[in-house]
């Protein structure tokens, strides 16, 4: 058996590439690809990545375990997890908290190490594929994202720099994964190279599949980005909101984000 983990990055057409994945379950299956989420209703592994995270190890192995047995029932080779937040995790837990790590990169090898421990001993080998933009466009976009919703930042870009700057480190990201896995093992791509393009890329040049044709493709308007201006009215709002009132305003994005979804194909 074979697992290929897609761990990012951020802003680098994950969404679209799992919203394909998941809505092509059934043709990819017929190619012998089995991909893994946690329950019917998501498109990504996230929640996976975010109990390594918090330490909840009892949690990755059963989702391991159970698509390992999931994928030998269904005849397939090999299992697709897809789940960003694989990437910098410990970044990732500094933003919710608005505050630097300082070992981030270390605490990362060793989560690393625990996601390695846990593959079921049925998986032969295990690849890792992430995605890469440039530095700074991945910075802004990362910014605007935060600022726009999840943790909905109030703080400047000087502010926002220093929290993500070990995400920033793409050597050291990504050298922690290869020394774990293998380097051999390890795939890094450029996101500006493939023409935004992740899907064709990913299938083409990661499962090694060349006939797109049977695929069906979804199109999608989420994570749309918004004019610096709003952006900054944005962040000044998110200064003065409550608690409570940004537990709405994700709850409604996230309507809105169904809806669209429902309605793709009108304007």
Same mark, same amino acid.
Request: glycine share 4%; with cysteine.
């Given at each position: 058996? %074979?697992l290929?983990?897609h761990i990012?990055t951020?802003k680098?057409?994950?969404?679209a590439?799992?919203q394909?994945?998941?809505?092509? %379950?059934r043709?990819l299956?017929a190619?012998?690809?089995?991909y893994?989420?946690p329950?019917?209703?998501l498109?990504d592994?996230n929640?996976? *990545? ?5 330490g909840d190890?009892?949690?990755v192995?059963a989702?391991l375990?159970k /698509?390992? #047995?999931l ?11 897809? #789940?960003?937040?694989?990437? *910098?995790? &410990?970044v990732?837990s &500094?933003? +919710?908290? =608005? ?11 060793a ?9 079921p ?5 295990c @690849? !890792?594929?992430?995605?890469?933009? %440039?530095?700074?466009?991945y910075a802004?976009?990362?910014y605007?994202q935060h ?5 909905i930042f109030?703080?400047t ?5 220093? !929290?993500?700057?070990? *995400?920033?480190?793409? /050597?050291?990201?990504?050298g ?5 896995f293998g380097? @051999? ?6 996101? @500006?190279?493939?023409g935004?393009?992740i !899907?064709g890329?990913?299938? %083409?040049?990661?499962?090694?599949? #060349?006939?797109?044709? /049977?695929?069906s493709?979804?199109?999608? +308007?989420a994570n749309?980005?918004?004019g610096?201006?709003l ?6 709002i998110? =200064?003065? #909101? =409550?608690?409570?009132e940004?537990?709405i305003e994700?709850t409604?994005?996230?309507?809105v984000?169904e809806?669209m979804e429902?309605r793709k194909?009108?304007p």
């Open positions: 058996m %074979r290929i983990l990012g951020h680098t057409g994950t969404t590439l799992q394909f994945l998941h809505a092509n %379950r043709p299956a190619c012998g690809f089995h893994a989420t329950r019917r209703g498109r592994a929640c996976v *990545a975010n109990a390594l995270n918090v190890s009892r949690a192995r989702f375990t /698509h390992v #047995a994928a030998r029932r269904c005849g397939t080779h090999t299992i697709l997890v897809s #789940a960003e937040n694989f990437y *910098a995790m &410990s990732l &500094s933003m +919710q908290r =608005k505050q630097v790590c300082v070992n981030a990169v270390e605490r990362d090898r989560l690393t190490e625990t996601l390695q421990s846990l593959i001993e049925g998986v032969a080998t @690849e !890792i594929v992430c995605y890469f933009r %440039r530095p700074d466009r802004e976009s990362l605007s600022v726009k919703r999840g943790v109030d703080g870009v000087d502010e926002f720099l220093p !929290i993500i700057r070990p *995400a920033l480190l793409y /050597h050291q990201c990504m922690l994964w290869s020394d774990v380097r @051999e093992n390890c795939l890094a791509r450029q996101y @500006e190279s493939v935004t393009d !899907i890329d990913f299938v %083409r040049n990661v499962m090694n599949i #060349a006939d797109l044709t /049977h695929f493709r979804v199109h999608t +308007q749309e980005r918004v610096r201006d952006l900054e009215f944005k962040r000044l998110n =200064k003065t #909101a =409550k608690f409570n940004r537990d994700r409604i994005l996230r309507l984000d809806k429902l194909t009108e």
